[in-house]
């Protein structure tokens, strides 16, 4: 489904990832954990291509999402047009939210099919009701994103997301900006849509939530996947000194509020 | 009839040459905006491109047009293109000058609006699959538009005062209209008072409807405090 083939990215003097191969199968939820400035945001972004990549590429779907090879061994960029169709099919969770604030709950999440899919109006209500269903806030629809919590926030923009019918969701720390008692609600969306057999690439430091969803566990630092496995393996097992580091530290500091089945 | 200094049928008989003027300072501020937002519009989305060209472009043509007095920029345009041969009247002359100086401060004004909305927004509205020009109009002008509405009426009423510039090109708005008045009557209290007035009536009244737009904004997102 994605296939990342030694994703090189350098911002400045900064190299941010170093070689970075990645597969994710159709079905498969991978969770992503790693100390922050690892490189995990920009692994993700570099997916749907909010930043391009200096070397390797990317697939989706048999597809190279950054560049073209074009004979004679050359790449150039790949089309814009390309883009804009890559990331319909691929759903993006931002840490904060970043829902529209002009527009209510339920706008928001007729935006995409109104404006990029061009699908009717009362076409996209419909889609976007019963999304917002699903989230469990039917009864916000129309409430501005200033008049809901975060927790409230964050699914809304999860059914924003869903409503591009996307064959791949990314979510980049989607709990991390929430207070700890509205975790378990964000969380539980998600875990839904991982039993529904959505693909999904989530970066969490919700150990609990990612032993419990994951089908693996990918263990970055400094731009690198350092191990990869069963969260089985990662959490019970690390192998590499660092991944156990880590994993201490973790438990130290976010402590085990919303999933207390940590390690 | 009188009241104080001021002799009130006189001002009765200048009162049609005013209110012709005054329409005519309407007319050229109603132009100057319209143009000027057009013109603030695409040189502030050059300035903010990802294309160097646009952005040196749009770069010189704000450097330029701020830093030389509007009045010159408008004896230029009229006596300078004239002495070129390019004849045009005054009223033309007018928009253009005013509409291109107006354009320069409304960029910077349009530009630092969209600068100042957060980077998650277009970001947000990337990761759907719009293009840039679907993301600039769904979500980063709406944002940026009830930023700009406070700045914007300030520039809108600074065009309007600095229309009377355009007497020294013989156009006859409120300002040339009451100097020629002077000049046949030579009453320059009740001259200059009652055209100030109609000025403050403008202005005020300019100020009115961006107060207005303003809580209207505020109204439709149940948000009554800042962006967030
Ligand atoms: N646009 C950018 N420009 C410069 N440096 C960046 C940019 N984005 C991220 N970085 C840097 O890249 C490193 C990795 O960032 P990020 O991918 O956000 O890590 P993580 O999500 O794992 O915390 C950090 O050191 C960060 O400061
Ligand atoms: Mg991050």
Request: aromatic residues 8%; contains cysteine; neutral net charge.
């Amino acid at each position: 489904m994605i296939k990342a083939q030694d994703v090189n990215k350098t911002f400045g003097q900064l190299q941010v990832l170093k070689g970075v191969s990645l597969d994710i199968q159709l079905g498969e939820v991978v969770v992503i954990i790693g100390p922050s400035g690892s490189g995990k945001s920009t692994l993700l972004r570099c997916i749907n291509h909010l930043e391009s990549i200096d070397i390797g590429n990317i697939f989706f779907d048999g597809q190279s999402v950054a560049f073209q090879e074009i004979p004679g061994g050359n790449r150039i960029p790949v089309k814009r047009k390309d883009i804009y169709n890559l990331r319909r099919q691929i759903g993006m969770v931002f840490q904060r939210f970043n829902l529209f604030p002009h527009m209510t709950a339920l706008s928001n999440v007729m935006e995409g099919p109104l404006t990029v899919l061009g699908v009717t109006k009362g076409e996209a209500r419909r889609l976007a009701e019963s999304l917002l269903a699903k989230v469990g806030l039917a009864n916000k629809a129309n409430s501005y994103p200033s008049q809901l919590s975060g927790g409230q926030q964050q699914r809304v923009a999860i059914a924003r997301a869903l409503a591009m019918n996307p064959k791949v969701m990314l979510f980049d720390e989607p709990t991390s900006a929430l207070d700890p008692e509205l975790v378990g609600e964000v969380l539980n969306v998600i875990k839904d849509l991982a039993s529904e057999g959505m693909t999904m690439l989530v970066v969490t430091h919700e150990m609990g939530f990612a032993r419990e969803v994951a089908d693996r566990v990918v263990f970055m630092d400094e731009g690198m996947i350092i191990e990869t496995g069963t969260p089985e393996q990662i959490f019970s097992s690390p192998k590499h000194p660092r991944t156990r580091e880590f994993l201490s530290n973790v438990i130290r500091n976010y402590d085990n509020h919303s999933f207390p089945q940590v390690v | 009839m009188h009241l104080g200094p001021l002799d009130i049928d006189f001002i009765l008989t200048i009162l049609p040459n005013l209110l012709m003027g005054a329409l005519m300072t309407i007319k050229l501020t109603f132009f100057a905006i319209v143009f000027g937002t057009i013109i603030g519009l695409f040189v502030a989305l050059a300035k903010i491109s990802s294309i160097k060209v646009l952005r040196w472009a749009g770069g010189i043509y704000t450097w330029v047009i701020r830093g030389i007095p509007l009045l010159l920029q408008l004896m230029f345009l009229y006596y300078g293109l004239a002495f070129a041969g390019i004849l045009l009247d005054e009223f033309t002359v007018a928009i253009i000058g005013l509409s291109v100086c107006g354009g320069a401060y409304i960029a910077e004004i349009i530009r630092a609006g969209i600068l100042s909305i957060d980077k998650g927004q277009m970001e947000a509205a990337m990761s759907l699959g719009m293009s840039y020009t679907q993301a600039m109009r769904r979500v980063i002008l709406p944002q940026a538009y009830r930023r700009l509405l406070p700045p914007m009426g300030n520039e809108f009423i600074t065009l309007m005062k600095d229309s009377a510039l355009v007497s020294v090109i013989c156009m006859t708005e409120l300002l040339r209209a009451a100097t020629l008045l002077q000049n046949a009557t030579f009453r320059p209290i009740e001259i200059f008072v009652t055209a100030g007035l109609m000025y403050l009536i403008l202005t005020t009244f300019f100020t009115a409807i961006f107060n207005r737009l303003e809580k209207g904004w505020q109204f439709q997102t149940g948000n009554k405090g800042e962006l967030h």
